[in-house]
């Protein structure tokens, strides 16, 4: 049998037709020389999912971590895997015809260990959240410092470093890129439709957890790497820390002034000031989209995001000095 170029493994937890979706875009693309294998990783799901994954001609592999994290499938996909790359999707996303191609000639370069595109969300209209969160996946092309979890690898650089770290519940791919870099590859960003992504965000419930699992992430992954020759939003954290810190003292000024005054003036002087805040974000955003409505969202967004992602830097802390670990933070 001969060896396939490229073994795409598809990640998913009951996807139900976004899956069915996912590995359909994947067969509808032209194959590269040398042929793709395709490889379903499912992590305990309850709607049948791997029995819709093999109906569709995937390779399917069933796994039980004790704790569930994305990780432990991308290692399991591309272990099993025997292609010379590996492209990682996630079940909710829909692959691009021409992103294969154009990723596989990039890496001609040697030196490039990982290739990523632009993924974008699919129905960026059905909600706030989704028309919001869309342009947080917007990234210039070139040379970056990390991925997503939509991206091809080289199997050989993956196996060089030991895959992905399973002891992380998020920020998976960005410590294992810091890991890469360190090796001399580098991860290139190329100007090419990679994904559409199916968030399917409809609650602020889920939009608040996914904010949460991104500041245990920050957390968790900038002191594993705070030593390290890539010390990955060790900076970040601070900022988050002091962004909160001037929201609530301009929250805490703004509503003393109102009690102590007995007017609400205070209050109003609080509103317009967040509200520039937004303006000044959306303007710095403006790169990102040409729409006025969806920047100024965005803007308002960047700002109240640091909320939630500083209190899951909190719970991280907390879990740590009680030498307890965090589950999975799911929002969908």
Same mark, same amino acid.
């Given at each position: 049998?001969n060896?396939?170029?490229?073994?795409?493994?598809?990640?998913?937890?009951?996807?139900?037709q976004?899956?069915?979706?996912?590995?359909?875009?994947?067969?509808?693309?032209?194959?590269?020389e040398?042929?793709?294998?395709?490889?379903?990783?499912?992590?305990?799901?309850?709607?049948?999912s791997p029995?819709?994954?093999?109906?569709l001609?995937?390779?399917?592999?069933?796994?039980?971590?004790?704790?569930?994290?994305?990780?432990?499938?991308?290692?399991?996909?591309?272990?099993? /895997?025997? &292609?010379?790359f +590996? $492209?990682?999707l *996630?079940?909710?996303?829909? %692959? =691009?015809?021409?992103?294969?191609? @154009?990723a596989?000639?990039?890496?001609?370069?040697?030196?490039?260990?990982?290739?990523?595109?632009?993924?974008?969300?699919?129905h960026?209209?059905?909600?706030?959240?989704?028309?919001v969160?869309?342009?947080?996946?917007?990234?210039?092309?070139?040379?970056?410092?990390?991925?997503?979890?939509?991206?091809?690898?080289?199997?050989?650089?993956?196996?060089?470093?030991?895959?992905?770290?399973e002891?992380?519940?998020?920020g998976?791919?960005?410590?294992?890129?810091?890991?890469?870099r /360190?090796? &001399?590859?580098? +991860? $290139?960003?190329? *100007?090419?439709?990679?994904? %559409? =992504?199916?968030?399917?965000m409809? @609650?602020?419930?889920?939009?608040?957890?996914?904010?949460?699992?991104?500041?245990?992430?920050?957390?968790?992954?900038?002191?594993?790497?705070?030593?390290?020759?890539?010390?990955?939003?060790?900076?970040e954290?601070?900022?988050?820390?002091?962004?909160?810190?001037?929201?609530?003292?301009?929250?805490?000024?703004?509503?003393?002034?109102?009690v102590?005054?007995?007017?609400?003036?205070?209050?109003?002087?609080?509103?317009?000031?967040?509200s520039?805040?937004?303006?000044?974000?959306?303007?710095?955003?403006?790169?990102?989209?040409?729409n006025?409505l969806?920047?100024? %969202?965005?803007?308002?967004?960047?700002?109240?995001?640091?909320?939630?992602?500083?209190?899951?830097?909190?719970?991280?802390?907390?879990?740590?000095?009680?030498?307890?670990r965090?589950?999975?933070?799911?929002?969908?």
């Amino acid at each position: 049998m001969n060896t396939p170029l490229v073994s795409v493994v598809v990640i998913g937890r009951n996807e139900g037709q976004r899956l069915a979706a996912c590995l359909q875009s994947v067969q509808a693309i032209t194959p590269p020389e040398g042929g793709i294998e395709l490889i379903y990783v499912d992590s305990m799901s309850h709607d049948g999912s791997p029995a819709l994954a093999a109906s569709l001609g995937a390779k399917v592999l069933c796994v039980q971590p004790t704790r569930p994290c994305a990780a432990f499938g991308r290692n399991a996909g591309w272990r099993e /895997a025997s &292609g010379t790359f +590996i $492209l990682f999707l *996630d079940g909710d996303t829909l %692959l =691009h015809p021409d992103f294969l191609r @154009t990723a596989l000639a990039a890496m001609a370069d040697e030196q490039v260990a990982i290739v990523w595109g632009h993924r974008r969300e699919s129905h960026p209209g059905d909600s706030l959240y989704n028309r919001v969160l869309d342009l947080d996946w917007i990234y210039p092309p070139g040379i970056t410092e990390f991925c997503g979890g939509d991206a091809l690898m080289r199997r050989a650089v993956l196996a060089e470093v030991g895959g992905f770290s399973e002891d992380l519940i998020a920020g998976e791919e960005p410590e294992l890129c810091q890991r890469i870099r /360190a090796t &001399g590859k580098v +991860i $290139l960003h190329i *100007d090419q439709a990679m994904t %559409l =992504h199916d968030m399917a965000m409809t @609650t602020f419930k889920a939009y608040w957890k996914r904010a949460l699992r991104a500041g245990h992430a920050y957390a968790e992954v900038s002191q594993r790497m705070k030593t390290t020759a890539f010390p990955l939003w060790v900076a970040e954290c601070k900022r988050n820390a002091l962004h909160v810190g001037v929201l609530l003292g301009l929250l805490l000024m703004g509503l003393g002034l109102t009690v102590c005054l007995g007017d609400i003036l205070p209050l109003l002087g609080l509103l317009m000031a967040y509200s520039a805040l937004a303006v000044r974000s959306a303007y710095k955003a403006r790169w990102r989209s040409n729409n006025a409505l969806t920047l100024l %969202l965005y803007g308002a967004h960047s700002h109240f995001q640091q909320i939630p992602i500083a209190l899951g830097q909190l719970g991280y802390w907390y879990n740590r000095l009680r030498n307890r670990r965090q589950g999975l933070i799911e929002y969908k």
